[in-house]
């Protein structure tokens, strides 16, 4: 199994930033990509960024392109997904997740998610 515990949600102005985490146990998933998904209440879920553990490619969804960055650590065996210059619209539950199939945008393709905290930003 792997488990993926996640912190750094919360609340947030609009043009301000947060950084969630993403660490796995378990399982090793040095070949896996990592994800990032959102859900707003009464939408589905969206992707959002995606990295891949061993080439260190990245992917994000164009809604978030130039404000939010993927990254990564070894050492922690952790994700992080920093939010930059949010906007209103950024309101959602965001889910990391974890899956063999590369760093696709369909949540499908993943096999493993974490918890999903609230991010929640105000005008």
């Known amino acids: 199994q792997v488990q993926l515990g996640e912190s750094g949600g919360g609340l947030a102005q609009a043009g301000g930033s947060l950084r969630l985490s993403c660490a796995a146990s378990?399982?090793?998933?040095?070949?896996?990509?990592r994800g990032w998904f959102r859900q707003a209440p009464g939408k589905g879920r969206e992707f959002v960024a995606a990295i891949n553990w061993g080439s260190s490619l990245t992917r994000y969804a164009d809604s978030v392109k130039g404000r939010f960055t993927v990254a990564k650590n070894f050492a922690k065996n952790t994700v992080y997904l920093q939010m930059n210059r949010l906007l209103t619209k950024d309101t959602a539950v965001y889910s990391c997740?974890?899956?063999?199939?590369?760093?696709?945008?369909?949540?499908?393709?993943?096999?493993?998610w974490g918890p999903g905290p609230q991010v929640t930003v105000s005008s």
């Open positions: 997740a974890a899956g063999n199939w590369g760093i696709a945008s369909e949540s499908g393709r993943y096999d493993y």
């Open positions: 378990g399982r090793t998933v040095s070949n896996y990509a």
